[in-house]
């Protein structure tokens, strides 16, 4: 091709400022390269970002010759491996730019180091995982209220096809150990809202109590 005419001269210019944007913002895993596809062997006009250790005025790579060389090839390849010279991976993009007549003349690819995402992903993935085998007891985080006592005291009622003034006395018992073992009564005015929810006194809800609980 012969030197760059004044509408592929536009175009780069307005290209320019959209691989600086590019380059500042998706810093500092993605490099950003313009290419005149118009001056194959020094194609690159700017680079932002550089984690290739291109230089203005390199050649362009063997995709953007197939661009050049193939009317038909595609405007966008988009998420394909590439490497870096150095050997780190690379996820690419490449965006062929046409001029007027359809004939492509520049083009903006990026190039992201996944070599430190592969990394995080790694620690992530480690600070993440989890005891398979679990803890000795089911745990919950979410802050216990009263209104805990009286939902666990319905919920075993109604398993029983019944209401909680409704159960016998060893269900209230077992009701009562229960939430006993499940740290439920340690909140303050539990025993309260036991007698409430069961219909009987605070001080009958205290009989209910396994021994060890009762001090």
Same mark, same amino acid.
């Given at each position: ?5 004044? #509408? ?10 959209? $691989? ?6 998706? =810093? ?19 680079? =932002?970002? +550089?984690?290739?250790? /291109?230089? *203005? ?13 193939? &009317? ?12 870096? &010279? ?35 992903? !790694? ?8 005891? &398979? *085998? ?7 985080? *979410? ?7 009286? !939902?666990?005291?319905? /919920?075993?009622?109604?398993? /029983? +096809? ?7 006395? =060893?269900?209230?018992?077992? =009701? $009562?150990?229960?939430?006993? #073992? ?7 005015? !539990? ?8 219909? $009987?006194?605070?001080?009958? *809800?205290?009989?209910?109590?396994? &021994?060890?609980? /009762?001090?």
């Amino acid at each position: 091709m012969n030197q760059p005419d004044r #509408e592929t001269q536009l175009l780069l210019r307005e290209a320019r400022k959209i $691989v600086e944007a590019l380059g500042e913002t998706l =810093a500092p895993l993605v490099e950003v390269v313009l290419h005149d596809l118009t001056q194959p062997g020094h194609s690159v006009v700017a680079i =932002a970002n +550089n984690l290739s250790g /291109r230089q *203005v005025g390199d050649a362009t790579t063997e995709l953007g010759l197939a661009r050049i060389t193939d &009317p038909g090839f595609p405007e966008v390849v988009q998420n394909y491996p590439n490497r870096f &010279p150095d050997g780190r991976p690379a996820k690419s993009t490449s965006i062929g730019l046409r001029n007027g007549a359809g004939e492509f003349v520049a083009a903006i690819c990026l190039n992201m180091d996944v070599s430190l995402l592969g990394a995080v992903t !790694a620690s992530l993935g480690r600070l993440m995982q989890t005891d &398979p *085998v679990g803890a000795p007891v089911a745990e919950t985080l *979410v802050p216990r209220q009263l209104d805990d006592v009286r !939902a666990s005291l319905e /919920r075993y009622a109604a398993a /029983r +096809n019944t209401t909680p003034i409704g159960l016998t006395l =060893a269900q209230r018992r077992e =009701a $009562v150990r229960e939430l006993a #073992e499940s740290g439920a009564l340690n909140l303050r005015h !539990a025993l309260s809202e036991v007698a409430r929810t069961l219909g $009987v006194a605070r001080s009958t *809800v205290y009989t209910y109590l396994p &021994p060890e609980e /009762r001090s």
